[in-house]
Structure formats: structure tokens, C-alpha cells
């Protein structure tokens, strides 16, 4: 007998059937999504939810037409980023990375077939849009020893037969990451393989309404994160035995109680690890009237990816005067090069126009001046000059792209690095700066 909604234990008690984002208020629900805490904190703030279903809908939409617009027959995707954006759907993500036991495929007439985790398929079930949950995309060693050509036959037979049935007949196939067993095993099929990175990530740089309001909600809570781990690092550094692990920790514990997922990489360190920059966060004692340097590169609440940057001065006396200099060069560095964002500007333009960093932080200035940003750091790069390959970016802008702008201000043979991000929306008549978190006025020189 079907239960009504008010004898179900639920997310929120007060509401109906749906939260406000459109998925079910049920707390024994499959999907994942934020919790409690991070829904009353955008209530608070005034932010509007996603409609998810609408989110989920439009990622369809845009990827069918894609696929259509360059006369494939369909999209094979083992990548779980690109899983995520078509589906929604999560399993084991990190994990996944690394043996790819997922594996979706999206026909030209929109049926999309996911196969999962053997005993997992039910993760996908929520979302009508997934016509078919089935198994035995797993085609790495690990899982099928000696017989991965035998499992990836089987596999590459199912994929020939769905093409037959909703495209046409037509096998032209785009791919993104796939196993070499994989690959031989469509080849073998008569299926024309194309590279599908090119299609996925031009199709997941423009977002959606609902997706911009995700990316609202993910970048407060972000920064809510971050607020409490500069809450933590303030008290407990002057009093000694703090490692740049404790620090970390707060960042992630604060990210997942809102219903985050992950954080993508170790980038925090302090006084002269901050130099040269890309030292992972370890063990190391911050000491008091030392820098921090963090970015922050979260997945967060619906797996939306915040990346943003600082640089924090912690201690009682005041940074000194060539620190003070670096952080207002860098401030003045991503002011002048967001000025530069609208719909419309080609992608090299932006690279000619750069605000030029000082001779002396050219060296190990940051890979590339901006990148584009949803669910993960995604197309397109925007190259520092220096680096720029004529033809590689040749787009221009649109609106609904996020585009991350990058400072690294960090003196060749020094002991600090400023790092400085913020996360930027392209918007019809110009850009809007998503990133609120304040500088450190010690190492600007306000304070």
C-alpha cells in the first residue's frame, strides 16, 4: 500500500512531497543533494533553489542536440563528470576515476542507457530521462583479468545493437574515455569512433538557468566553508601545534555537512611551502606571523565545483612590505583581466589583452590566466601570452559560461606565494563576479 508523504520520515517535515529543488522530500531517498543546514543557510541568504528536474532536462536537451548537430549517432561517455552532467546520477565517483566501471550512452534520438555497478543499478532510477540501467562497462584488468577482449565483445555488441535501434543505423560514434579493449571492441563493430571530449565540454560550458542557481547556492556554501576554516585557523595557529592538515580538515568537514562531495586537490600550505607553489597540504606546524595560501578547488553541494582562491596573513604583527606589494599586484591582475569578460570576446583576445604581471613573478606566474568551471575545471583555458597556441581557443565567449580568474603572485627564490580566484559568469551585457569572499586587509595594507 502506498504510503502518503506525511508517514514517511522526510528532509524537511513542513514541506510536501518535493523540496524546494524539485526532489523528493524523503530521507531514505537514493540521490544525494544538500543537507538541512545548507538549505536553511540559502533561505537566510535569500538564494533561489534550482529547479532540478528542469537542470536535468535542459543537460538532456543540450547534449541530444550536440550529438545531432554533428551528425553522430551517438555519445559513449565512461567519464563520471560527463556521467554526472547527463544523468545526475552518482557512484563511488573517486573511485570511478580510476576503474571505470560506469559507462553511458546517449542515442541520437535522446535514449540514454547506463550501465552501472552490477549491483547498483538503482542509482540511476530516479531519473526518467535514464530509459535503461544495465551492467558490464567494467573493462579493466582488475575486474576481468585475462578476459577483458571477451567482456568488452559483449559489451561493444550492446552498444552496436542500441545504435541500430535509435539512431538510425548510424555509427558514428563519439567517445571520451574509454579502456583500449573498449575501443578495438567498437572498432570491431564497424563503429566510427570520434573523440567526444570536444563535444562534452562545449556542451557543459554554457550553463542552464537552473544550473547557474546551483552554482549560487554551491559558491555560498563554499565560502561558508571557508569562513569557518578561517575561523579555526586564526584562533588555533598563534597558539602553536597546528598543521596545515588541521586547517584542510575543516574545509572538508564544513563542505560535506552541507551536502558537498569532495575536493579535488591538497592546495593549501603556509610560509615558505607556499614557494614554490603546488606543494600539497601536509603535516608541516604553521607558525604565528605566517601566510596561508589556499585554493580551494571544491565539488560541492550538487556537485558543482567552487574554485576559488586566497591568501590570508595569520599573526599579530604585520606582513611584511614585499608580500603587501605581491597581494595588490595580484588583486590589480584579476580586476583588470575580469574587466575584460563579455559575450562575444574571442578566447585568444583575452590572452593578448592580460594584465603582464612583474618581471619577477613572470617565472612562476599560474598555468593558464583563467579556465572555465562546472562540475569540475572545464573548457575552455584562457592561456597567459607567453603560452598561447594560435587556433587551440579560437571561440568566443557566451553567456552562461563560468569562467575562473587566476593569480599567482610568487617571486622566483622567494618564501611566499599570493594565490588569488575568483569565479566569474558571463552574463548577457557583461560578467558578474559570483566570488565574494573579502582579501586579507593585513597582506593589502588596509589594516
Known sequence: MNQHHRDVRKIDPSRGTTLGDNTPNDNDRVEIGPTQLAFGEWAAAGLELPDLQAMRHYRWQ?????????????????????????????????????NPFR?????ADGYMVLWDYKQSPF????????????????????????????????FSNEVRRLLEEHSGGNKRLAVD???????????????????????TEKCRAVKGPDEIKAMRCASHA?????????????????????????????LHAENIKRGGEWIETRLLTSGPRTNPWFQECGPRIIQNNEMISFDTDLVGSYGICIDISRSWWIGDQKPRA???????????????????LAPGVNIQDLSRACHPLDAEFQKQKYGCMMHGVGLCDEWPLVAYPDQMVEGAFDYELEPGMVLCVEALVSPEGGDFSIKLEDQVLITETGYENLTSYPFDPALTGAA
Open 103 to 107: 559507462a553511458l550512452l546517449i542515442c
Open 177 to 199: 574515455k574509454i579502456m583500449l579493449h573498449g575501443l578495438r571492441a567498437l572498432e570491431a563493430q564497424k563503429i566510427e569512433v570520434f573523440p567526444g571530449e570536444e563535444l
Open 222 to 250: 563554499c565560502e561558508t566553508a571557508v569562513a569557518a576554516m578561517e575561523v579555526f585557523a586564526r584562533e588555533a595557529i598563534p597558539g602553536g601545534n597546528t598543521s596545515e592538515d588541521d586547517v584542510w580538515a575543516v
Open 322 to 340: 614585499d608580500m603587501i606589494y605581491a597581494m595588490q599586484h595580484g588583486i590589480e591582475h584579476i580586476r583588470h583581466n575580469m574587466e575584460l
Open 62 to 98: 543540450r547534449l541530444t542536440r550536440f550529438i545531432n548537430d554533428r551528425g553522430y549517432g551517438g555519445l559513449l561517455v565512461f567519464d563520471p563528470l560527463n556521467i554526472r552532467y547527463a544523468t545526475d546520477s552518482t557512484n563511488m565517483q573517486l573511485w570511478n576515476t580510476h
Open 123 to 154: 542509482l540511476s532510477e530516479f531519473n526518467p530521462l535514464v530509459r535503461e540501467q544495465r551492467a558490464g562497462a567494467d573493462l579493466f584488468y582488475f575486474d576481468r583479468g585475462d578476459k577483458v577482449d571477451v567482456a568488452a565483445d559483449v
